[in-house]
């Protein structure tokens, strides 16, 4: 069925009656739902009586700027990476990429000629389409932010070389694993190509944020390829600030986040972070160290999530395609792992779909959003969130939302 082929009299009858029934769902954000969060209920009773770490630390005390031996090597060892590489931080990975940029712009990093904000201009490659709250970062401090589209294994090598040959180009934003919102994992040609590719300028650096990096939906957990190693071997030690955290792993805003970089990146963020606070909460480290117990604890728990999420998913696909399939009019992904699923709509009519969602009582993530400043040249692509609604709510918001991309899709074809 082509697009002009679909009936307008006949989708205006049906978004009626998906009005009438006054829904308020919400699909906007990758937040677990609250069986997910059950998970980690036992955190909340730990650590026991021992608040000792296993290097003798006293976690109820100040200091320790790297965190506890025992989060960082558990989790070091379930990313492939060296412990000394790897410290662990406080609730969110988005607060260290924060910092690191913040203290880039203000100080320069240890490559730096000067600070970021003596440059004439600050570029920045942001593959699409990608995680909003990267690019709300990166617009925040005024950079310019240049896409570069993502295929099956990574962003556009091509394009990305071309700009890394501009010094002015400083960095870019990564989600390596079950990215969001398209759910695709780099491959390892990829990874080793983004380590070993030369860059006009010597501070340029790439935020590697492995948020998904077990966040299976299937038996298999991915690979998470070493390119702290793949850069060392290619003389290109400090290039990446590899990001990770328990945020949807155990309880939102209340996990332990981690930083793997090299030691002079190490070197270079401790001596901000030094000055920016004492320590992190150990005691909650600890909490979680002794809540997991090992690397199979971990995935233990991550299988649990799969549990949860997969049947989600599933019935999304099912739906799309089930209302939407052979008809021209939308195109997704098919993720094995993350939180969301990445929708292309006839272009020019995602703001569209999004309208009619909102005036149907369903909430959507705002159309460009996975794309800098918003705006999606295209006007197409829509984020998808599965995980937080029980799967009755998903149902009936998932027949609303097709029923918004046909109406959206007739309504453009007989204008």
Known sequence: MAVADLNLDDLRAEYEQLKAKNLKLDLTRGKPSSEQLDFSNALLSLPGENFKAKDDTDCRNYGGLVGIPDIREMWAQALGLPQENVIAGDASSLNIMFDMISWAYIFGTNDSQQPWSKEETVKWICPVPGYDRHFTITEHFGFEMITVPLNDEGPDLDAVRELVKDPQVKGMWCV???????????????????????????????????????????????????????????????????????????????????????TDNLKWYESHASVRGIGPNKINQLAHAQFFGNVDGIKAVMQKHAGSLAPKFARVLEILEHRLGGKDVATWSNPTGGYFISVDVVDGTASRVVELAKEAGIALTGAGSSFPLKQDPRNRNIRLAPSLPPVEELEVAMDGFATCVLLAAAEKAQA
């Not at 694993?177 to 340029?204: H, K, Q, W, Y």
């Not at 070493?226 to 290039?239: M, W």
């Not at 990446?240 to 996990?255: E, L, N, P, V």
Request: net charge negative; glycine share 6%.
């Open 176 to 262: 390596p694993v079950f990215g969001n919102p398209t759910g695709i994992t780099f491959s390892e040609a990829t990874c080793r190509a983004l380590a070993e590719m030369e860059t006009a300028a010597p501070d340029f650096r790439i935020v590697w944020d492995n948020a998904y990096a077990l966040h299976t939906l299937t038996d298999e957990f991915p690979i998470n390829h070493n390119v702290l190693e793949f850069a060392a071997q290619a003389g290109n030690p400090n290039r990446f600030w590899f990001m990770s955290s328990t945020s949807k792993i155990t309880h939102a805003g209340a996990g332990v986040s981690f930083l793997a970089t090299s």
